[in-house]
């Protein structure tokens, strides 16, 4: 299996501000995903981040919100922009690896966002 | 559109006593189904995965699942449970490929002595 790190593990921070998520994959990869986990809640998938395009976002998240960057086959930047306590939930990035038809779909340890 | 139910936001079993977390998915494709398991503020974890091919699915810790097409469902079971089999665990479908991922609501497994 892949190795994926996010980082920041945590943050806290004021409302208003805008905090910039990153995440790494150990090997290349084509898709790459960013999901939102509210508190006590399952994951919600915000838009998947193809290398060499832009972004998509689902219904109900917005580039000027979450402004993603994906700069290379291994790397992806999430931004939560000027922030409200609503925002508050942990965010996971995932790739998907493996040889055609055996694909798998891998995540990150999350990065767990509360807004003050 | 397609969607995935877990029957049971909370189940309780008492250590070595079956464990069956249910699922049942919606979708116009035939999906492909997932397992994951998150543990307290970890990440998620592959439990096992359906792709078309055997429909009884084996995964690691002892977990397998079987894809019943006329039910629509994938539950996921293991004979015996462990205390550390305690955690969050979701049911998760893609409408064939790769693509984006549509979770359950989850459903947190409590083992006890």
């Known amino acids: 299996s892949a190795v994926i790190s996010q980082k920041p593990s945590r943050d806290i921070c004021q409302r208003g501000t805008s905090l910039t998520i990153q995440c790494q994959v150990d090997?290349?990869?084509?898709?790459m995903f960013w999901y939102r986990q509210q508190p006590g809640q399952s994951l919600t998938l915000i838009a998947t981040?193809?290398?060499?395009?832009?972004?998509?976002?689902e219904s109900g998240f917005v580039i000027d919100k979450f402004p993603i960057s994906r700069p290379n086959l291994t790397f992806s930047t999430l931004t939560v922009s000027n922030m409200s306590p609503e925002d508050s939930s942990i965010y996971l990035c995932?790739?998907?690896?493996?040889?055609?038809?055996?694909?798998?779909?891998?995540f990150g340890p999350g990065t767990r966002l509360l807004v003050l | 559109a397609q969607s995935v139910t877990q029957l049971g936001s909370h189940v309780s079993v008492s250590e070595g006593a079956l464990v069956l977390l249910r699922c049942n998915y919606s979708?116009?494709?035939?999906?492909?189904l997932f397992w994951y398991v998150q543990y307290p503020n970890q990440g998620l974890q592959l439990l096992l995965k359906?792709?078309?091919?055997?429909?009884l699915v084996k995964g690691i810790n002892g977990f397998e699942a079987e894809f019943k097409k006329s039910e629509t469902s994938f539950h996921l079971t293991k004979p015996s449970a462990h205390m550390s089999d305690a955690a969050e665990y979701f049911c998760?479908?893609?409408?064939?490929?790769?693509?984006?991922?549509?979770f359950g609501a989850g459903t947190r497994l409590a083992v006890h002595p």
């Open positions: 090997s290349q990869v084509t898709m």
């Open positions: 998760a479908s893609t409408s064939g490929g790769y693509n984006k991922l549509i």
């Open positions: 981040a193809n290398q060499g395009s832009e972004a998509t976002y």
């Open positions: 359906y792709t078309s091919a055997a429909t």
């Open positions: 979708s116009s494709v035939p999906p492909y």
């Open positions: 995932s790739a998907v690896l493996g040889l055609a038809g055996a694909e798998t779909q891998y």
